[in-house]
């Protein structure tokens, strides 16, 4: 079996619950995980839970440190795997690099590329902009200052 690139998304609490904080990753890029191992502890205002991988493959990259605030739904971290009932879930490094080149590939928060949208821009194209946020991603501060600096 062929490998590929996915992006495991932070999973859903439910309707009443949009935000997570991150108490305590359990692995870092490079490691090997198994399915059903412990990822990373999330809390909500209600529960504290334990993150397991969905699949077996090696974390590339991790999207959020300790402390941060995560929305349900986004990129919690990268990683490679075999898993085809997965294949929903692969990125398209190479496709996304070319397209950026040369600058880097950037993550997104999903407020800051709203806010880049209603700018009229296109946050895919930007490539000159400073990230801050959780996990060295754009963050709604960073859309800002990114705007100032363009006026």
Known sequence: MS?????????????????????????????KVAKG??????????SAFDFESPADGTVLSIMAKNGAAITSGQPF??????????????VKVAAVAAAAAPGKVLQWTPRAIKM???AGLNHATI????????????????????LAGKK
């Open 3 to 31: 490998t590929f690139i996915i992006d495991v998304p932070v999973p859903s609490m439910g309707a009443t619950v949009s935000e997570l904080t991150v108490i305590n990753l359990a692995v870092a890029p490079g490691t």
């Open 37 to 46: 191992q412990k990822l990373a502890a999330l809390e909500s205002d209600k």
């Open 77 to 90: 971290l990268r990683m490679e795997t075999d898993d085809e009932s997965l294949r929903h879930l692969e």
């Open 116 to 118: 880049a949208q209603e």
């Open 127 to 146: 490539t000159d902009i400073e990230a801050t946020g959780p996990g060295g991603r754009v963050s709604g501060d960073d859309v800002t200052k990114y």
